[in-house]
């Protein structure tokens, strides 16, 4: 979570939606001081002296997600063969066993009321609303131009899209995302 106390805003930064890149970026003068407070999975809770605050929640397409999860959880150097394979990593997103860090936006969002998103694909357009004004550069944590992107994994591994969509349908309807976006 990263508070700013002047501009009166909070962001909610779930794991795998740029939080790394939004911490950076937030911190610098263009955007004004801050202060990043860790959020435990499900138990988000806006600091009482934040009351009336307003509450963004960083998001990033679902199918984009899911591989950036997949990537940090089960990715080592194996080369073009995983350990752990992308359609069980699938499987176990779907699963009652899922793991809370898996959760979807729409439950990390829980009952809070939001002013907003921030998408991680549209980062310049969507930090706008926070104030900011001026050229400034957006740095890209942990990209690695070395991964192969999103769609190459649902590519090699269809039948694992269903499952990929099926975890992430409520994130797509409520935060505007679908296959043909950007992702």
């Not at 610098?28 to 990043?36: C, D, K, L, T």
């Not at 959020?39 to 929640?57: M, Q, S």
Request: negative net charge; contains cysteine.
């Amino acid at each position: 979570m990263l508070i700013h106390r002047e501009h009166r805003y909070v962001v909610i930064t779930p794991p795998k939606t740029g939080s790394h890149t939004l911490a950076r970026l937030l911190s610098r003068p263009v955007f004004g001081a801050q202060e990043y407070a860790s959020e435990t999975h499900h138990n988000i809770t806006i600091p009482a002296d934040c009351a009336g605050f307003r509450v963004y929640l960083s998001v990033r397409h679902p199918l984009a997600r899911a591989v950036s999860l997949y990537r940090w959880r089960h990715q080592e150097d194996w080369g073009d063969e995983p350990i752990y394979p992308f359609l069980d990593f699938c499987r176990e997103l779907v699963s009652p066993l899922a793991k809370p860090f898996d959760a979807t936006l729409v439950a990390w969002a829980g009952g809070l009321d939001l002013s907003g998103t921030i998408r991680l694909e549209h980062l310049r357009e969507d930090l706008a609303a926070l104030g900011p004004r001026g050229d400034y550069v957006i740095p890209h944590e942990n990209i690695d131009p070395a991964l192969r992107p999103p769609r190459w994994y649902y590519e090699r591994t269809p039948e694992a899209l269903p499952l990929a969509l099926q975890w992430g349908a409520a994130d797509m309807d409520r935060f505007g995302y679908s296959l043909d976006s950007d992702w």
